[in-house]
């Protein structure tokens, strides 16, 4: 009896000792699948892009350039695309598919308006063909893990943004254009507005808040759909705090390279303006938001106890940038 059965210690200890190394294998994938990427040279890039292939750096290929540059990074930095994973330990991680989805966002934005705007020389005229071609392919499904693949059809999107860059920079062809005036950029700001807005609404909602309804302020025959109390209790789901924060994070790390490269392709519009400072400014009060985080974990501490809140921090700091793009945007839209 003792010979029959001495082998199943030894199997037990085999599997426990086998599940102990994958356990720490998948946290060690984890932690290094979750660093954020580092920041690229916007002009850099667009140089590097224009050796590559042979093109013209002519005006709007650095913003289109950095526009893909950023999804790649999105796509195929250190473990791919992961909102769609479901497999450990993507599946597991939460932090970098929120970054991803910050990323989309701005992507989809800007994608939407270099289509309907920046490409068009006016109302009636007709839209780029790869930008209309583009455009949908970043609005799929961002958590689509069957046939079609999220990453394909995102790459699609890449594809048609490629073509618009070679029509771009091809002299001969007038076809392709990117119109850098006033009322383009400004369209653009007036998105960014809303998003930098709405983030800064989440995070400052880590910590609670009652605040008052001003939905219909200003406007006193304005009604709504439905009724909404005066005062609202606005407290962000303790789950969803890191959550927002990623967002953010994701958020603000595509506007800053988005921001640096119409910089360039807007600098005649922002030197009439006396601009170029303000968009400066808006760049370094985003780039605070993406100083390093010394703590294993997003504190939520209460606005002003013991521990610190890095929501209410990030919030600060979007904040500072979303009232620096409502200035601009004012600024560019005075005669």
Not at 78 to 83: A, H, L, R
Not at 252 to 266: G, P, S
Not at 288 to 302: E, H, R, V
Not at 314 to 331: K, P
């Amino acid at each position: 009896m003792e010979n029959r059965y001495s082998g199943k210690p030894k199997r037990k200890r085999f599997w426990l000792y086998g599940l102990v190394i994958f356990v720490i294998l998948q946290v060690v994938f984890a932690m290094y699948y979750d660093q954020e990427p580092d920041f690229f040279d916007v002009k850099l890039n667009a140089e590097n892009r224009a050796a590559k292939h042979g093109h013209e750096p002519v005006t709007g290929f650095i913003t289109t350039a950095a526009f893909m540059e950023v999804v790649d990074v999105m796509l195929d930095k250190p473990g791919g695309y992961m909102s769609n994973d479901v497999m450990p330990p993507f599946v597991l991680m939460d932090n970098m598919p929120n970054w991803e989805f910050g990323v989309l966002v701005q992507v989809r934005d800007l994608a939407r308006v270099m289509r309907n705007d920046i490409s068009r020389s006016q109302s009636q005229s007709s839209e780029d063909l790869d930008l209309a071609e583009a455009d949908p392919k970043f609005h799929y499904d961002n958590g689509s893990w069957v046939l079609p693949r999220t990453e394909s059809e995102y790459r699609k999107g890449q594809e048609h943004f490629h073509q618009y860059l070679t029509h771009l920079a091809d002299t001969t062809d007038p076809e392709a254009q990117f119109y850098a005036r006033t009322d383009n950029l400004v369209t653009w700001l007036n998105l960014v507005e809303k998003r930098l807005g709405a983030l800064s609404q989440k995070l400052s909602a880590s910590v609670g808040q009652d605040r008052i309804n001003t939905d219909s302020g200003g406007d006193e025959v304005a009604t709504t759909s439905t009724y909404k109390p005066s005062e609202l209790r606005v407290q962000t789901p303790w789950m969803e705090i890191d959550d927002n924060f990623y967002e953010a994070r994701g958020a603000t790390w595509a506007l800053i390279h988005f921001m640096k490269a119409m910089e360039h392709d807007f600098k005649p519009v922002l030197e009439k303006k006396n601009a170029l400072v303000s968009m400066r400014q808006i760049v370094r009060e985003l780039e605070a938001a993406q100083d390093t985080i010394w703590t294993p974990m997003i504190l939520n501490g209460s606005g002003f106890g013991f521990f610190a809140n890095h929501s209410l921090v990030m919030a600060s700091y979007i904040s500072r940038a979303n009232a620096g793009v409502i200035d601009l945007r004012q600024l560019l839209e005075d005669g």
